[in-house]
């Protein structure tokens, strides 16, 4: 079992090796992309996407330490199984999306913490505020219609408060807890 562990990791080694010259923008594939937000509300899961996800991705995995990412969500583009809790999601106790209609991360540097895993440092802006954030992601190469892809997934756990997600009667934990799972399963194409 350990031998066929290693030789997978060399194969993917090697082949990160021949993609170091063509290391460039990554450009996110809305068709394959799924960025999801799980909550809870009185104790109930729910799930929503974040539609219309724009990103690009300058990374090259034998040299992460280098990375740079920029991802704009358009936050009036969610998608939820239910008009009334959309309502109340772009409203301005929640989003706020008339004044601020996007959400932003922004990252400069990363670290590699195994073969395929690497934790990127960045800022997450929701509304008007910006928080350094640790994005942990896994990094796959694939073939998406016969192209390179990075497949990237990823979840990480943000406080919606502190990000003003969450005003007034929302501001209340008992009814919608702090935590917000985001998760990330999303391909990027090289450009």
């Known amino acids: 079992m350990r031998n066929m562990f290693s030789k997978a990791a060399l194969v993917q080694v090697l082949f990160l090796s021949s993609l170091h010259v063509q290391a460039a923008n990554w450009e996110l594939d809305p068709a394959e992309s799924v960025v999801k937000f799980q ?3 009185e104790g109930t899961p729910y799930e929503g996407q974040f539609q219309n996800v724009q990103a690009t991705f300058d990374i090259d995995p ?3 330490g280098s990375c740079n990412f920029a991802v704009t969500i358009q936050v009036s583009d969610i998608k939820v199984d239910s008009a009334e809790v ?9 989003f706020d999306v008339d004044r601020w209609p996007t959400a932003s991360f922004k990252a400069e540097k990363c670290s590699l913490e195994s073969l395929n895993s690497f934790v990127s440092e960045g800022t997450l802006t929701i509304r008007d505020q910006t928080h350094p954030v640790s994005f942990p992601f896994k990094l796959d190469i694939e073939t998406v219609d016969g192209q390179v892809a990075f497949h990237m997934t990823s979840e990480v756990t943000i406080q919606r408060l502190d990000f003003g997600v969450g005003q007034g009667y929302w501001a209340n934990t008992a009814t919608i807890p702090n935590e917000v799972i985001v998760g990330i399963d999303v391909y990027a194409i090289q450009k």
């Open 86 to 94: 959309l309502d109340y999601l772009l409203d301005l106790e929640m």
């Open 62 to 64: 034998t040299n992460p």
């Open 39 to 41: 909550y809870s509300y």
